[in-house]
């Protein structure tokens, strides 16, 4: 997860040096030689963020994916309930396939506890070929707090408690409007005060830096494993 971290730190860096811009010409500092440039430039913020979340969270589950598949060799068997479904949709979802007969399913079933698991596609063109083909996992123009828990749940993540990321329904909801031509960026931008963009900003990068913190966690202690119990006597 390092590399991801890296990336959001860069990103982040991006953005602050956009909104430091914002902030002059708000303040006066700066005068633009077009009042409506303020708020197109409070738009792009909040395109910006949805950007940063939408890009920080793909990155993220693709490397659960890759882990998972490349570092520990782990079978059906050892890995978590939630592992198992994530290993069934992704490889064997397809059993009311009509070519599918019940000796192969049932073939499919006697040798799925050795089956290692592998939910990583290394010939993918796109990291999204073989994230899409789990069901539940949504991107584009889709990203909020409530899919990212969405997320945690079906992977075994803890969700984030501290930040929650309530302002992130209005970010992408904006998006979505100037990602579709149904609303301008001046007009967008009206909408909102530097201060409310300023707490956009700040609420999504907290809310990133506590969700890659939860995915490494998960990562590092092994928490996709399934969990033995020991008997005491």
């Known amino acids: 997860m390092k590399d991801v ?14 909104f430091d811009f914002l ?16 708020a197109i430039m409070r738009a792009s913020c909040i395109l910006m963020f949805y950007n940063l979340l939408e890009s920080i969270v793909i990155l ?36 009311e396939d009509e070519n599918r007969g019940s000796d192969k399913i049932f073939q499919i079933l006697k040798n799925i506890n050795n089956d290692h698991i592998k939910i990583y596609d290394e010939n993918a063109k796109d990291k999204t070929d073989y994230l899409n083909k789990v069901k539940g996992v949504s991107f584009s123009g889709k990203i ?9 749940e079906k992977y075994g993540f803890e969700k984030n408690k501290r930040v929650e990321g309530k302002k992130l329904v209005q970010i992408k909801h904006q998006r979505n409007n100037l990602a579709h031509g149904e609303m301008s960026f001046q007009n967008c931008g009206r909408n ?8 956009f900003k700040q609420e999504t990068f907290l809310f990133l830096d506590e969700f890659l913190n939860n995915v490494d966690e998960f990562l590092t202690t092994k928490k996709y494993k399934k969990i033995t119990y020991s008997s005491y006597w």
């Open 23 to 38: 902030q002059k010409i708000e303040k006066g500092d700066i005068s633009p030689n077009n009042f409506a440039v303020p």
């Open 144 to 152: 909020d707090g409530k899919q990212v828990k969405l997320f945690a």
């Open 192 to 199: 909102f005060s530097f201060f409310q963009i300023k707490k």
């Open 5 to 18: 971290k890296k990336e959001l730190e860069e990103r982040k860096k991006e953005i602050n040096e956009y």
């Open 60 to 95: 993220a589950i693709d490397r659960i994916h890759v882990f998972i598949s490349t570092q520990d060799n782990l079978k059906y068997q050892d890995a978590s309930d939630e592992l198992k479904k994530i290993w069934i949709e992704y490889k064997y979802k397809n059993f």
